[in-house]
């Protein structure tokens, strides 16, 4: 069975630092590309950062230069280093896996910024 467990989210003040985690189960984690998604209230799930199998990365430009994606294969385990936290991050924070067309998800964790 395919799970995708986030953790990590919580509260945080304008400025601060979150890491997020999401460990994998039932997949060849290392052969999937990962990705981390979000959803604020009332928007669309929109697209954070991707890393690939090789571990090339893409950001969304809103979180360039604040936010890293990493993984590490041999915990089945990815990782989205957020900094410098601002109010407009705030959202549900999402996994996902994906290789070949075949994508699965997680059942987020939410991010909360203060003002």
């Known amino acids: 069975q395919v799970q995708l467990v986030e953790s990590g989210g919580g509260l945080v003040q304008a400025g601060g630092s979150l890491r997020l985690s999401c460990t994998a189960s039932g997949i060849i984690f290392s052969i999937n590309a990962m990705r981390w998604y979000r959803q604020a209230p009332g928007k669309q799930r929109e697209l954070v950062a991707t890393i690939t199998s090789d571990s090339s990365t893409i950001y969304t430009n809103s979180v360039k230069g604040r936010f890293t994606i990493s993984r590490d294969n041999a915990k089945n385990t990815l990782y989205l280093q957020m900094n410098s936290l601002k109010p407009e991050d705030t959202a549900v924070y999402y996994c996902?896996?994906?290789?070949?067309?075949?994508?699965?998800w997680g059942k987020g964790t939410l991010v909360n910024v203060s003002s």
């Open positions: 996902n896996a994906g290789n070949y067309g075949i994508y699965y």
